[in-house]
């Protein structure tokens, strides 16, 4: 039986493109996924970053759900230390009426953002901290078991919208363990401590109510293109749109003498690092990538982020990823 593939979203926005025609691609995308039998598409926050329109994640899992039927849409993630577990339960719980049974909400302890950021926020630095007893606070939420005497989500008291704990490090693997979560993994762009982290999270995994046995999710890069040197073309592309993005100016132009500059230097590396589990190429090739990165990963499911730059390039790369997984629509 193939392993269940899903999708991370970003919500891109290319360079020319503006947020409502990133919005409508997004649109675009999972209504695919939903064609070609993938699982979830999960949208994560973002903060201040002119490339991503996926801030406000809740209003976009709204606005997709309404043009789709019933593949799962979610939060990969949340940063919940950006804000009270009250407001999340009321914005899930709302997305759970609205969508029965399609619902996801992962959480993350990472601020999504700079200094700057968090204070437009108004995040209070110390939050993360809190993060265990928030999950906590907000799983009784959910489940109509409040930890707040006297307050309830409405709606959302009772929906049991299920929590997933998103992560990179050891930290995640072990909270997520010791709540009988699931555990999604961010090796997509952090592959440092993957294996390590799946390994303490099932071996220290206890079953909740939520879950009786350990489930992971692996997070993986995709570019697949009908020729394998387009895909190459279209992860270098890739390469040098996120070394500008990471490590250049804000606001200035690049030549292309200027990125190959910097993809030269140690933040060229440091993109590549990040893209180390990257499965590119015709779809034979993206197949077996993908087959032996599940393995490596000890994943029960992989999360893929397409990274091809344009929609249509995108679009066809999903298309191409689910045939050649075999996947199958429900």
Same mark, same amino acid.
Request: charged share 20%; glycine share 8%.
């Given at each position: 039986?193939?392993?269940?593939?899903?999708?991370?979203?970003?919500?891109?926005?290319?360079?020319?493109?503006?947020?409502?025609?990133?919005?409508?691609?997004?649109?675009?995308?999972?209504?695919?996924?939903?064609?070609?039998?993938?699982?979830?598409?999960?949208?994560a926050?973002?903060?201040?970053?002119?490339?991503?329109?996926?801030?406000?994640?809740?209003?976009?899992?709204?606005?997709?759900?309404?043009?789709?039927?019933?593949?799962?849409?979610?939060?990969?993630?949340?940063?919940?230390?950006?804000?009270?577990?009250?407001?999340?339960?009321?914005?899930?719980?709302?997305?759970?009426?609205?969508?029965?049974?399609?619902?996801?909400?992962?959480?993350g302890?990472?601020?999504?953002?700079?200094?700057?950021?968090?204070?437009?926020?108004?995040?209070?630095?110390?939050?993360?901290?809190?993060?265990?007893?928030?999950?906590?606070?907000?799983?009784?939420?959910?489940?109509?078991?409040?930890?707040?005497?006297?307050?309830?989500?409405?709606?959302?008291?009772?929906?049991?919208?299920?929590?997933?704990?998103?992560?990179?490090?050891?930290?995640?693997?072990?909270?997520?363990?010791?709540?009988?979560?699931?555990?999604?993994?961010?090796?997509?762009?952090?592959?440092?401590?993957?294996?390590?982290?799946?390994?303490?999270?099932?071996?220290?995994?206890r079953?909740?109510?939520?879950?009786?046995?350990?489930?992971?999710?692996?997070?993986?890069?995709?570019?697949?293109?009908?020729?394998?040197?387009?895909?190459?073309?279209?992860?270098?592309?890739?390469?040098?749109?996120?070394?500008?993005?990471?490590?250049?100016?804000?606001?200035?132009?690049?030549?292309?003498? @200027?990125?190959d500059?910097?993809? =030269? /230097? +140690?933040?060229?590396?440091?993109?590549?690092?990040?893209? #180390?589990? &990257? %499965?590119?190429?015709?779809?034979?090739?993206?197949?077996?990538?993908?087959?032996?990165?599940?393995?490596?990963?000890?994943?029960? @499911?992989l999360?893929?982020?397409? =990274? /091809? +730059?344009?929609?249509?390039?995108?679009?066809r790369?999903? #298309?191409? &990823? %689910?045939?050649?997984?075999e996947?199958?629509?429900?």
């Open positions: 039986m193939p392993i269940p593939l899903s999708i991370l979203d970003l919500a891109p926005i290319a360079k020319g493109e503006t947020a409502s025609s990133s919005i409508a691609a997004s649109v675009a995308l999972a209504q695919r996924a939903e064609e070609t039998g993938f699982r979830r598409v999960w949208y926050e973002h903060h201040n970053m002119p490339s991503i329109a996926s801030s406000a994640t809740s209003v976009l899992i709204a606005h997709v759900g309404a043009q789709t039927s019933s593949i799962r849409l979610g939060a990969g993630g949340v940063m919940l230390p950006n804000h009270s577990p009250l407001t999340i339960a009321e914005q899930f719980g709302t997305l759970e009426a609205m969508y029965p049974g399609r619902i996801d909400l992962g959480l302890r990472a601020p999504g953002s700079d200094q700057n950021t968090m204070y437009a926020l108004r995040r209070d630095p110390n939050s993360a901290d809190r993060f265990p007893q928030d999950v906590l606070e907000l799983q009784g939420y959910l489940t109509g078991h409040t930890r707040v005497p006297g307050v309830d989500a409405v709606p959302g008291a009772g929906s049991d919208v299920p929590l997933y704990i998103l992560g990179s490090s050891m930290f995640g693997a072990t909270l997520a363990a010791a709540l009988g979560l699931p555990y999604a993994f961010a090796s997509h762009f952090a592959p440092q401590l993957l294996e390590p982290a799946v390994a303490a999270y099932r071996g220290e995994f079953p909740s109510e939520q879950l009786a046995e350990p489930y992971v999710i692996a997070g993986v890069n995709v570019v697949a293109a009908d020729d394998g040197d387009d895909a190459r073309a279209q992860l270098d592309a890739m390469r040098r749109i996120r070394a500008v993005g990471l490590f250049g100016q804000k606001g200035r132009q690049y030549t292309d003498e @200027e990125t500059l910097l993809l =030269q /230097s +140690p933040a060229g590396r440091h993109v590549d690092s990040m893209l #180390t589990h &990257t %499965a590119v190429g015709t779809p034979g090739e993206v197949r077996d990538r993908l087959e032996a990165f599940a393995k490596t990963a000890d994943a029960d @499911e999360i893929v982020a397409f =990274q /091809s +730059p344009t929609p249509e390039q995108r679009l790369s999903v #298309t191409l &990823t %689910a045939k050649a997984m996947l199958t629509a429900a």
